[in-house]
């Protein structure tokens, strides 16, 4: 996985700046993944990068990969992974139309390339009647009459997998050695959502932060829906935003290495203050 999920991860315009910061490798760490960006980003990364543009905060993710396999010391191991992208998206944003993020997972679940998961981060879910293998789940919360806010997903509960990989003591072993189940596409139950997986995080006291409160959004999970499909991920989801109608609201652009404080590429952008959020 690219950027692994950290509870202490905070939604707020900072906090998507500095995601920004740390993609374009300015920083070392960020607060959904405590080290450097991994190297098998570089295919995804601008990619990456133009979802923000669009309000998406993107926390995690990985590019498709057909096979690969690697001597090592234990024998021979091969890796497969279908692409994923687990991203946030604000529902009550000045700049972001609650319709056109309705319309926008409408056409996400319309898309018979991929699978989807989505919950809100701001709700709870699980009453009579509501099991672990419920597709869809309406939120506990009263006042919530919108279907933007109920769990939702075309997944499998416990059987969809992103990284599948084997061991073998030689190249050939790999040939009949059955493949293992290594990362689980997250959240495909209501079972598996907890405080402690919230991707807006918490603070240390278990306070939701106020920027989540106001801007309730939703966490959305998206997979390639078959091994071997080789999608750009980040391609489809920037044109199903504009088919929906979410508009690109925070600008980027790059600066060159000579005007950077400090050296390197910087990158310049535009984000509504926490108070307007």
């Not at 979802?51 to 057909?66: A, D, M, N, R, V």
């Not at 990989?165 to 598996?192: M, N, Q, V």
């Amino acid at each position: 996985m690219l950027q692994k999920l950290h509870v202490r991860c905070k939604l707020t315009p900072m906090t998507n700046f500095r995601n920004l910061d740390f993609l374009h490798g300015n920083i070392d760490v960020n607060p959904g993944h405590l080290g450097p960006l991994d190297k098998e980003t570089a295919p995804i990364l601008r990619g990456l990068v133009e979802l923000h543009e669009y309000g998406i905060l993107t926390c995690g993710s990985q590019p498709f990969e057909k096979s690969s396999t690697f001597l090592v010391g234990k024998g021979w191991y091969q890796k497969r992974q279908r692409p994923y992208v687990h991203f946030l998206l604000p529902t009550l944003h000045r700049d972001i139309s609650i319709d056109c993020v309705d319309a926008f997972i409408e056409r996400l679940f319309a898309d018979k390339s991929i699978l989807v998961s989505v919950h809100s981060e701001c709700d709870e879910y699980g009453g009579p009647g509501d099991s672990m293998r419920s597709k869809v789940v309406t939120p506990q919360t009263t006042g919530r009459s919108r279907s933007t806010y109920q769990f939702r997903t075309n997944a499998h509960w416990n059987k969809e997998t992103v990284t599948i990989d084997r061991l073998a003591k030689t190249s050939r072993g790999l040939l009949t050695k059955a493949w293992e189940e290594c990362t689980f596409f997250p959240y495909t139950s209501i079972d598996f959502l907890s405080p402690y997986t919230s991707l807006s995080g918490s603070a240390n006291d278990n306070r939701t932060f106020e920027a989540t409160i106001v801007m309730k959004p939703l966490a959305i999970g998206v997979m390639a829906r078959k091994w071997g499909a080789k999608l750009d991920l980040q391609d489809i989801l920037q044109q199903h935003c504009e088919e929906a109608g979410i508009e690109r609201i925070f600008p980027w652009r790059a600066i060159d290495a000579a005007d950077a404080p400090s050296g390197g590429h910087r990158w310049s952008h535009t984000f509504c203050d926490d108070q307007d959020a």
